[in-house]
């Protein structure tokens, strides 16, 4: 039976690699238990955003184990971890699906015990406040869904308890992309999305739990409803929300509804649309193909998302383990600083910011001109020198957020509304 | 032994359709009566999901589009795939130049639809290569906004996609036509169009009917092509199964599904008294 | 026979919709040699090989290699198994025998439930059953849904057709059923078997719809692209267009020339 023998040194290994973490003495990767560790896959499902190849290696070069990445579109991710949740380790889940798919049971939650730099962690997600001054933010905010009582809880915590649902990884503000060469005039608002001079030229993303989020800042920056909560909308809310999106497509406002990243920057790329609502690295995209774009500021403030990474509930044993040693890797640096070079945000700062040269760190975080040329990832130059971040620094951005990505109390509703309204 | 022989060499297929369409399509009506919440499916019998879909106006307006999406698709690749059928079918003689064009038709297909949709955006769109061509023509001085993200790509997208599942059906029907009829019907006078409408067009009726619930059932149940060609646009049944799906709203996705089954039952049986296609094959 | 004329026209035709048909393959070529800074539409950013080069490089996003060997294997798989069970039951639908109408009806129904609800429903089926989903299990099955009728409608066409005195004369002649099938039929329908392969092959190998929902943690190659563009895709897409439509071209010319060949050989 060396099947046994080799369960009890793994066992053995792992109590002394569990003390190890426990006594935060570990440091660096891999650790004691690497031999056993290489022949570890993890599997995770995640959007092309941040299921890229390149963090694939550097975990295989760091941790010695091997990371499978699944990409697929935003609803998918949420579809396939809750159907076909043996099918993978890791979901690599936004905030807003988390709502729904952690109640289903097939996570299980994170001890941060075990994060050794969960304390480090950008307080968006462990307050819901980026400053102990900031409001929190309306809509699913991570902070709203990040915790868990216990093990076998199916609602969230509603303050901060040492079981996260996700440990967050990467976030962002959005808000309007715009072609400043065909838009003829400064865009300020996002109701300007609805200006008749860019009749069939306008956009909105059709992922109803983001899209009714942008609808709203659109709805209210025009005056057209008032809300109590956007992220939270009553069903009278969403009735005129929806009739104001329909009225709006009907007088052919919207030239096309993208779901995917890509159909946006092709959308704006072309020249089909000029002003919708977009994603950073969208407009990076754009912008490297030398088409103008700009990721514009609105007076109203941002919408914003993030992403993070959770461990599905048949998770046991070393795998386990690799999958808290891959979690603390993401946190340690490299992979925050090959998002935050990308133009999303890091859960931790500091240990990126460790990872970025200063010229970087100053463009990306700190809203100061490129003292050089900024390079992306793949060695093209991104930004010339002098070129400032659309929006400013990380402050100016995440501090103006006003709504998260949403799954609302009347989700059942908003998505029969929504669907009314794409085939009007 | 020779009695059971029959059933032996069905049996694999009686058990993959079994396992994997009866099973599934039973559980489809199953789920389709369950409850739900945002999180989790609630095993009961409740008739909600029938009534919340029925009772919407949005429901019978998609399913209105669908079947008007349906048959103008059909119609076009019936006409095109006719003649597309009888070129290869009379005026090509040569067996090999015959199974080169064939193939030729195929070899786009060789290449994932995906990207070929994402294709229609440079081919179409305002900068595409049409626009440019009418414009560099001097055919029009606008570029035409119609061509993408809208019903009329996505009919394109779908007669480009389905037009040869309408000329195999109709091409084999046709090579099956003796050609002594044809012989005899000149010999006794007709011309180009009665020998079309009196010989080739009734004895080709079973590949027409082949064809027809190819395109029909395939343009019913699409969803990818009517998002991506119409922008988002515009909505089919398949679509809105896909949302509701995407928000993991199961059982209404499932009662959705289930009506759906149920409309291209409909017409397929309809198109089944017209011919019979296990006969006529 | 029609007039000059109508061939012409015909011909014209036939040449129109075979430009309609390339419409989108022209594009993808063009734009597959996009400059290094060109994107997925014009305006054309330079010319360059370079999306061809990067396509044998690893992606930022996806592995088209893992996921284009899955869908390889996935269609072979399918092409096999189509093959053997169609042609078999094919034989058998020659007689009528109890359940041969309900099967016949089950196998016209399976042609005509829509991709999705197929998808949907096994979907369903693994996850209430918490079976895990797989290519080679649950999309395998799913696929099969579709081109196991596709498969014995052809054989229906062929049987319809085919001579049965030739079989009865090599009963006369003592052969057993098997010596008879293996001997005299598989040789005659040997063609169709062949257009029931490619057929199989073709709808596995850009099957959608089907796989969309049971594919598990393997993307197959359409779901992988799918994922590919939740992301900055490049003209990579369209470098793997052009390739895969150039590797056909090949493909159909040797077989071509590789046919007479065989002809020549054998003096006809």
Known sequence: MTDKKISVTRRGALALAGAALGSGAVTGFPTIWAQNIRNITLRQLGTGVSGLNPIAEQVKKDLGFTLQLTVTDTDAVAQRAATQSRSFD???????????????????????????????????????????????????????????????????????????????????ADTLGI?????????????????????????????????????????????????????????????????????????????????????????????????????????????????????????????????????????????????????????????????????????VLETAKAQMTENEWGYWMEGKPAASDIIAPDGKVMEKTGAVRDGGSFQERMGRVVCWNSVMGEDRYMVQKWNEFIAA | MTRLFPWIQTAPLALVLAVFLLVPVGMLVVVSFYDYD????????????????????????????????AGITWAVTLGIGFWIAYHLAFVVQNATLRMVLFILCTVPFWTSNLIRMIAWVPFLGRNGI?????????????????????????????????????????????????????????????????????????????????????????????????????????????????????????????????????MVLLVVAAMLRIVDIRREL | MPGRVARLLLGALFGAFMLFLYGPTLTITILSFQGPDGGLTFPMNGVSLHWFGRLFQPQAVGDLGAAMTRTLLL?????????????????????????????????????????????????????????????????????????????????????NRFDRSWEEAARDMGATPWQSFWHVVLPIIAPSVVGIALFGFTLSFDEFARTLLTAGSGNTLPLEILGMTTTVTTPVLYALGTVSTAVSFLVIGGALIGMRLMRKRRGI
């Open chain 1, 90 to 172: 890791i979901a690599d889940i936004e905030y807003f699906s988390i709502k729904k798919v952690y109640p289903t049971g097939v996570m299980q939650p994170i001890d941060t015990t075990k994060i050794k730099l969960a304390d480090k962690i950008v307080p968006i997600f462990t307050t819901g406040k980026l400053t102990p001054q900031s409001a929190v933010a309306q809509g699913t905010s991570p902070y709203s869904v990040g915790f868990v009582e216990n093990a076998t809880a199916k609602t969230f915590a509603t303050q901060r308890t040492p079981l996260m649902t996700l440990l967050p990884t990467i976030y962002n």
């Open chain 1, 179 to 347: 072609r400043p060469d065909l838009v003829g005039r400064p865009i300020t608002h996002w109701k300007d999305l609805l200006d008749p001079a860019f009749k069939g030229r306008a956009s909105i993303l059709n992922i109803p739990g983001i899209g009714i989020m942008d609808a709203a800042m659109v709805a209210e920056s025009a005056g057209l409803v008032k809300y109590a909560d956007k992220g939270n909308m009553t069903r009278a809310e969403i009735d005129k929300t929806v009739a104001f999106l329909i009225e709006a497509k009907r007088a052919g406002q919207f030239r096309a509804f993208w779901k995917t990243f890509d159909e946006s920057v092709n959308l704006m790329a072309s020249g089909e649309v000029v002003i919708q609502s977009m994603w950073s690295p969208a407009v990076a995209a754009v912008r490297s193909r030398g088409i103008a774009c700009t990721y514009q500021p609105l007076a109203e403030g941002y919408r914003a998302w993030g992403s993070g990474l959770g461990l599905m509930r048949h998770l046991s044993g070393l795998q386990l383990d690799a999958a808290y040693e891959y979690l603390n890797w993401y946190l340690s640096g490299w992979a925050g600083a090959f998002l935050n070079r990308q133009g999303y945000y890091s859960a």
């Open chain 2, 38 to 69: 945002a999180f989790s499916l609630i095993p009961a019998f409740v008739l909600t999901n029938y009534q919340e879909l029925f009772t919407s106006p949005v429901t019978w307006q998609t399913y209105l589009k669908t079947i008007y999406f």
């Open chain 2, 130 to 262: 049409l626009n440019s061509t009418l414009i560099g023509m001097g055919a029009i001085e606008q570029p035409l906004e119609f061509l993408l993200f809208s019903d009329f790509s996505v009919i394109l997208a779908f007669v480009h996609l389905y037009t040869l599942f309408m000329v195999v059906p109709i091409f084999n029907t046709m090579m099956r036509i003796d050609r002594r009829l044809l012989e005899a019907a000149r010999d006794a006078g007709a011309g180009f169009w009665q020998t079309l409408w009196c010989v080739i067009l009734p004895l080709t009726k079973p590949g027409i009917g082949i064809g027809s619930i190819f395109v029909v059932v395939l343009v019913m149940g699409d969803f990818a092509t009517v998002r991506l060609m119409s922008g988002g646009q515009s909505a089919s049944v398949g679509l809105m199964i896909s949302n509701q799906y995407g928000a993991m709203q199961y059982p209404a996705a499932a009662a959705n599904a289930v009506g759906l089954l149920l």
């Open chain 3, 75 to 159: 269609a072979a798989m399918v092409t096999a198994t189509t093959v053997v069970v169609s042609l078999a039951a094919g034989m058998a639908f020659r007689r009528r025998f109890a359940g041969s109408t309900v099967l016949f009806y089950l196998t016209v129904a399976s042609l005509i439930v829509p991709s999705l609800l197929v998808s949907l429903g096994i979907g369903l089926m693994f996850n209430l059953m918490e079976w895990e989903p797989a290519w080679y299990s649950s999309a395998f099955g799913a696929q099969l849904t579709w081109t196991l009728p596709f498969g014995l409608l052809i054989m229906f066409a062929v049987f």
